[in-house]
């Protein structure tokens, strides 16, 4: 008990960590943005045993512009033609949560904590084209077409909900397994982002 005294002591109170992962769109923002590679920084201050505030800033920057679309009748039948389609175009994600976190340890080595924190969520991609794939309500074939789409950037609140597990290489270095799951609140819905990533945190 002492012994993990003395190692809590001699990490101190901060840390700094770096979380590559995967992002992979779910509900509507899933329907026309593909998954993404994404990175998350954070910065870390423990308040007491098991409790911390910190500031995180992630990133993904390429969701590829993908899917169907909604509402367009490109055979002017008066019908919607909910045709797939590609594009040239990617969707990046760039957000900010002030977070908390809480947790405990299995051992003096292996720990875990959960995470909350509200956060602003920015969406943004250049302009581009997508092309269009299959056929419309009426059979006319669209295969090919393309269409040019603006440049478009918007930004939503949301939540970062999440849970670490993290192993003590030494006491100033920690690996471990993150999992986090972000709830943005758009116009059509909420949507979310999962995002599982490998965790490298420096203490000191």
Request: net charge negative.
């Amino acid at each position: 008990m002492l012994a993990g005294a003395a190692s809590h002591a001699e990490k101190g109170q901060w840390s700094v960590s770096l979380t590559p992962g995967f992002a992979a769109p779910v509900g509507s923002f899933a329907r026309q943005n593909g998954n993404s590679l994404n990175v998350l920084a954070g910065l870390n201050y423990e308040v007491q045993d098991g409790y911390w505030y910190g500031l995180e800033l992630g990133y993904s920057g390429g969701h590829r512009r993908q899917g169907r679309l909604d509402g367009e009748d490109f055979d002017k039948d008066g019908s919607d033609d909910a045709v797939a389609f590609t594009s040239n175009m990617d969707t990046m994600m760039l957000h900010v949560n002030p977070v908390l976190k809480a947790g405990g340890e299995y051992t003096d080595d292996l720990r875990y904590c959960f995470i909350v924190g509200p956060g602003l969520y920015s969406f943004f991609r250049d302009a581009g084209s997508i092309i269009l794939e299959g056929a419309t309500t009426n059979q006319t074939s669209v295969a090919g077409r393309t269409v040019p789409v603006g440049k478009a950037a918007n930004t939503f609140f949301g939540l970062d909900l999440g849970h670490t597990l993290g192993y003590e290489v030494s006491s100033a270095f920690e690996v471990g397994l993150d999992v986090r799951y972000h709830l943005v609140f758009m116009p059509g819905g909420p949507s979310g982002v999962v995002v599982p990533g490998f965790r490298f945190a420096f203490l000191f």
